[in-house]
């Protein structure tokens, strides 16, 4: 029986023989100038001057979170973050001694909800808020510009499941300071492991490349290293090994930068097929609750719903070979890590605690025809009993 993955495989055969060819040329496969065109060919992409290449989107989170603490780029250490997110979208900021407020879920593009947004800017003034791109869809972007310039907090994104998406001419990725992607299997393109920060502003940029190799500024452009070193004194013996800011290494490979490279030149044609399913999925499940944003381009990453028959609906679809999931994490403030480390006002997180208890979503990668995604949407309405919130 055919099986209805929820993710597949973007690396092909051809893919293998470039990563073969690959290896053949090269001795020296670590982090180089291979990562340097990767990074330069995925900002002229997004549409963003800098992007920094890391081994997973987690890294990327993480990456941005310390980068703005050691610039100096925040007034408090007060995080508003989805409720509907991404254990890692959490936890760099937990880690690195956040405060974190959740917040609740727009009714109809899972991003943030911008009325729930604005009673914690009252409450809590936060330094920064993260949103995330849910599924291939976009925020608030036009309500949140406007509260981030009243209540002057800094905004990213993590992009992770949006990669491809596109308002107007804007790519999702590009709304925020900095925004992260991901590269992991299944994901729009991959790596193996992999993911990216992108940002327009040059000193960010330069922090976040020291950051990422143990917190010293050889990977740095030359300006900004010689800065630092004349700053405090260093002199060409002591340069590679002075660490300038509290760094990790996150850093992925050449070798994995080689297949961004080759990954990059599908992921429009990816996004497009990914796009006709959503719309196939819509066109037939049109009695049940649908994801929407107003883009040009939706790269959808899953097809999310709401059944009042979860649990049956997976299993019978299970038995059909048909992958499910919850509708991402559900609710992150049920999540065990995160119960009793996080702050909300009043309002309690009703549409995540919605979603978190209803929501499912339904498998769509670039590798499914129109009729496999009829298939599942024919299996799926024999069983799943719709429900709205
Ligand atoms: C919203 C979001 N952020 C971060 C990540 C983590 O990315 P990675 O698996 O590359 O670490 C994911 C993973 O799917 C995600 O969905």
Request: with cysteine.
């Amino acid at each position: 029986m055919k099986k209805y993955k929820l993710a597949d495989n973007t690396i092909d055969n051809q893919d293998y023989l470039k990563m073969i060819n690959f290896l053949k040329k090269r001795s020296y496969l670590n982090q180089s100038i291979i990562t340097k065109k990767f990074e330069k060919k995925f900002s002229s992409f997004l549409g963003s001057k800098y992007s920094i290449f890391v081994n997973s989107g987690s890294s990327a989170n993480l990456l941005i979170a310390q980068s703005l603490l050691e610039g100096g780029y925040l007034k408090n250490q007060l995080v508003v973050l989805p409720a509907v997110s991404w254990s890692t979208t959490v936890s760099p900021y937990l880690q690195l001694g956040f405060k974190v407020v959740l917040c609740d879920t727009d009714k109809n593009n899972l991003g943030l909800c911008v009325k729930n947004l604005e009673e914690l800017c009252k409450k809590f003034n936060p330094g920064l808020v993260s949103v995330v791109n849910v599924l291939g869809h976009s925020n608030n972007f036009d309500k949140i510009e406007k509260l981030k310039k009243k209540y002057k907090f800094l905004l990213v994104e993590d992009n992770c499941e949006s990669l491809g998406s596109q308002k107007e001419k804007k790519k999702l990725g590009t709304f925020g300071f900095a925004s992260s992607h991901s590269f992991y299997f299944g994901h729009h393109i991959s790596t193996i492991e992999g993911g990216m920060v992108s940002t327009n502003d040059k000193k960010f940029y330069n922090i976040a490349l020291a950051i990422r190799s143990h917190g010293w500024a050889r990977d740095t452009e030359t300006r900004f290293r010689k800065n630092l070193e004349k700053k405090f004194k260093i002199d060409e013996f002591k340069s590679l090994f002075t660490f300038y800011y509290s760094g990790f290494n996150i850093r992925s490979s050449d070798f994995n930068a080689n297949i961004g490279i080759n990954q990059l030149k599908k992921l429009k044609k990816i996004s497009k097929i990914r796009f006709k399913n959503f719309k196939i999925y819509k066109e037939k499940l049109n009695n049940f609750w649908t994801q929407k944003s107003d883009l040009k381009v939706i790269s959808s990453f899953g097809y999310a719903t709401f059944v009042k028959n979860r649990k049956e609906v997976f299993k019978y679809l299970k038995k059909k070979n048909i992958q499910t999931r919850p509708l991402i994490c559900g609710n992150m403030g049920q999540q065990p890590f995160l119960k009793s480390k996080f702050y909300q006002s009043k309002s309690k997180l009703e549409k995540a605690k919605f979603i978190d208890r209803y929501g499912i979503y339904l498998p769509n990668h670039a590798n499914f025809s129109s009729k496999d995604i009829d298939y599942i949407c024919k299996i799926f309405s024999k069983k799943a009993k719709p429900i709205f919130f």
